[in-house]
C-alpha cells in the first residue's frame, strides 16, 4: 500500500494531561510516515513545555493567546502531509485507523472527507462486539451513509485532503468554537467531494460525563447556528430557518429559564459584519440534504 | 425475554457510556436501538444490541413521524438518553416515545442516571411547554417582520463577491 505523509493535527489550551494521554496513544498509531503538530493556544498550565520535554517529535506551534478553532489552521497552514487527521486534545485514533483512512481515500479520489467513528475512551472496549473486532475483515462495506441525506463530521476524528482543506479556506476562524465543522463540511461538499463515516476506522474521545455548565457551549452553539444558516444557506431556505431558530431561542430561553440563548441570538445579528465576503450559498440540493441538528446547540445546558 | 428500545437521541460516544449502565440495570431484558440510517452500522458494532431499527427521517425525532416496523410492536421499555441532566431540550424525543407502545418510559441522562416518566408527567410537561411554545412564537411573530424586511439586504451585503 502506499504510505503519502499523513499529518495528526490538533490544538489545545490548558488541558495538559488529557493532550499528553493523547499523543502517547498517538505513538501507538500503526502507520509509518506520520507528522503531528499540536497548536497551543497559549496555555498557562505547562502544557506547551511539558510537550516539548516529552514529546521532542512533536511540531509544536505556539499562539501568544486562545485564538479559538483559528489555531486549528495555523496547524493545518504548517501541515506538509497529503492527508491531515484532525484531532481533539482528549481524542486519538485507534491503531490501525490512519493506515484503513489512506486505503480509502486512495481508493475514492472524490472522498473528501473520512469521518472516523468517534468513541467513548471509557467505555467503549466494554460494549463493543468482539465479532467487530478491527481486523478489517468485517468490515467490507464500511461506510455508515444514508440513502436521502448527506452528513457533516465530528472534528474529534477526521481525515481530510489537505489541499481540498485549503481550497475551502480551512475552518471558520470567526466561529471560535463549535458548528466549524458543519461550515466546512457545506464547502466540502459544494465542491462535489464526499464524506463518509466508516465503521472501520475508529477514534476515542473522553466524553465528559457532566453538564457544559458553562456558558461557551450554549452560546457559540447557538451563535454560530445563525451564521451557519447565513453564510451558506440559499435565500429561500435562510429566511425560515432563521425565523425557526429565533423561535427556538425564546422557546428554549424560556424552557431553561436562561438568557444565553437570547445573548447569542443578539451576538449573532449585532457581529453579522463578521461575515462579510463569507456568504456563499451551497446548491439546493446540498441545503437540503445535508443534515445539520440545529437543536443540539439548546441540550447542553441544563 | 423483556423488550426493551433506546432511542439513539445521543452521539455514539454518550451511548457507549449510557449502554454500559442500561446492560447493568436491565439484565433479563432483549435490548434494540432505534436509529437514524447512517448510524445502524455503528450501532450495530455493540455486542448487548439485539436489533437496529431504523428511523427512516433525515429530520429529528417527532411525534408525527411513525415507524412502519414498530406498527404491531410492544415494549416493555423505552429509553431515552438526554445529553444533560434534565433532559431539557428533549421534549421532541420523549414525545416521539409516547408514539411507541410501550410500558414504561426512562429517561437516561449524561451521568447515566434513570427516571422514570409517567404519561402524567410527560402530560403535564407537554401542557408547560405548549404555553412555552405560545409566548415563543409571539415573540418570533414580532421579530420576523424586521426579519423578512432586513435579512435579505443583510445577506447580499455579506455575500462573496465574485461568485455565483
Known sequence: MNTPL?????????????????????????????????????????????IATEFPEVRLIRMYKNIGIEAYNIGFQNAR???????????????????????????DPQLGVVAFDVRNFYNYDDVKNDAFKETGQAFRGTAATAENYLLAFNGAGAGV????????????EEFFLYWNEQDTAFRILDRGYKINFFADVVAYHKYSPTNRSSWRAPFYYTRNAFWLIWKNYPLGMALPLTIRLISDC?????????????????????????????????????AKNLRIPFNVAFTFYR | MKELLIIRSVSFQQLDRNLVAILERYPEHRISILTHEHGVLLAQKYKGIGHVYVYPYKEGFKF???????????????????????????????????????AQRVLCNVRSEFKELS??????????????????????AFLALFVILFLPFKLRKIEKKGES
Open chain 2, 64 to 102: 408525527k413521524n411513525k415507524v412502519p416496523a414498530f406498527q404491531d410492536k410492544n415494549f416493555d421499555v423505552v429509553i431515552v438518553p438526554v445529553t444533560n441532566i434534565t433532559g431539557a431540550g428533549f421534549f421532541n424525543v420523549l414525545l416521539f416515545s409516547l408514539s411507541l407502545k410501550a
Open chain 1, 81 to 107: 502531509g497529503e492527508y491531515i487527521v484532525i484531532l481533539d486534545d482528549d481524542s486519538f485514533p485507534q491503531r490501525d485507523a490512519v493506515r484503513r483512512m489512506v486505503a480509502k481515500f486512495e481508493r
Open chain 1, 250 to 286: 425564546f422557546y428554549f430561553a424560556l424552557e431553561q429559564q436562561t438568557l444565553i440563548y437570547l445573548k447569542a441570538m443578539i451576538a449573532a445579528f449585532v457581529n453579522m459584519g463578521r461575515l462579510k465576503g463569507k456568504r456563499k450559498p451551497v446548491t439546493p440540493e446540498i
Open chain 2, 119 to 140: 404519561g402524567f408527567s410527560l402530560l403535564s410537561l407537554g401542557l408547560k411547554n405548549l404555553g412555552i411554545a405560545v409566548l415563543s412564537y409571539l415573540c418570533t
Open chain 1, 161 to 172: 485532503r489537505r489541499e481540498l482543506l485549503r481550497e475551502v479556506g480551512f475552518y471558520p
Open chain 1, 6 to 50: 499523513v499529518s495528526i493535527v490538533t490544538i489545545c489550551w490548558n488541558r495538559k494531561a488529557d493532550l499528553c494521554e493523547s499523543l502517547r496513544r498517538i505513538r501507538e498509531v500503526d502507520y509509518p510516515d506520520l507528522e503531528v503538530i499540536v497548536v497551543d493556544n497559549a496555555s498557562t498550565d505547562g502544557t506547551p513545555e511539558l
